[in-house]
């Protein structure tokens, strides 16, 4: 996801007004169209909280497109929310058993969009091998942090770090797994 420097991804109502920055860093990389869509083509699937989904949504009724593409997209979800495309599923229920039993064997890169609460279970799991945080060089004081409330430490190997003309900085991190007393990675 995409950070306020201060580890913010939306404000404390969801608005990410934010994301539009105006800064210039002459020694960065440009993201290119061209760039962008062969990032994209790398990735299989998604996975998102329903709050996230629903921003979306608001985006795509304001026309500003649907982001996910014709991709397969797994809104988590107790709750009955509308779908506006094929695309879309829903799931209720454990997400370990989700993630490893349903979409390992059917996807190999498994993208979790967000947001702050998703992201947090999924480490907390287990369940990610990477995380990409893309810092915005803006501050915004409060709102819904990058990750919510994790309950132990989860160590990283910084694998990449790239900064683009716009003053975003991106990091990729990959999750060193944790062993637990039976020697299970976790
Ligand atoms: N800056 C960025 O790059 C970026 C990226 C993504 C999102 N966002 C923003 O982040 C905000 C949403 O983040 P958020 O943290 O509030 O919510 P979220 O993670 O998008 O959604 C959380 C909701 O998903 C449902 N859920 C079902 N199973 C879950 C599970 N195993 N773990 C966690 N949640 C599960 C629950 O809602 P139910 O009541 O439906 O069951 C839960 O309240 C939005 O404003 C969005 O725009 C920003």
């Known amino acids: 996801m995409a950070a306020s420097l201060d580890g913010f991804i939306a404000r404390k109502d969801g608005r990410v007004d934010w994301l539009e920055t105006s800064d210039e860093f002459a020694g960065g990389d440009t993201m290119t169209p061209d760039f962008i869509k062969a990032f ?3 990735i ?23 982001a996910y593409g014709d991709k397969p997209t797994f809104v988590l979800t107790s709750r009955e929310l509308p779908r506006t495309r094929d695309t879309v599923e829903f799931h209720s229920g454990e997400l370990a058993q989700f993630v490893n039993g349903r979409l390992r064997p059917a996807f190999r890169t498994i993208w979790f969009a967000g ?6 279970e999924c480490l907390r799991l287990g369940l990610a091998d990477e ?4 810092i915005l060089p803006v501050l915004i004081g409060d709102g819904i ?42």
């Open 40 to 42: 994209l083509e790398t």
């Open 44 to 66: 299989d699937c998604y996975v998102m909280g329903s709050r996230t989904y629903e921003t979306a949504l608001r985006f795509e009724a304001q026309g500003l497109g649907w």
């Open 115 to 120: 947001g702050g609460a998703v992201s947090a």
């Open 131 to 134: 995380v990409r945080y893309s």
């Open 145 to 186: 942090p990058f990750f919510d409330k994790l309950d132990r430490d989860i160590a990283l190997h910084l694998a990449e770090v790239k900064a683009y003309k716009s003053g975003m900085v991106e990091l990729r991190y990959e999750v060193r797994k944790h062993r637990d007393e039976s020697g299970n990675a976790t």
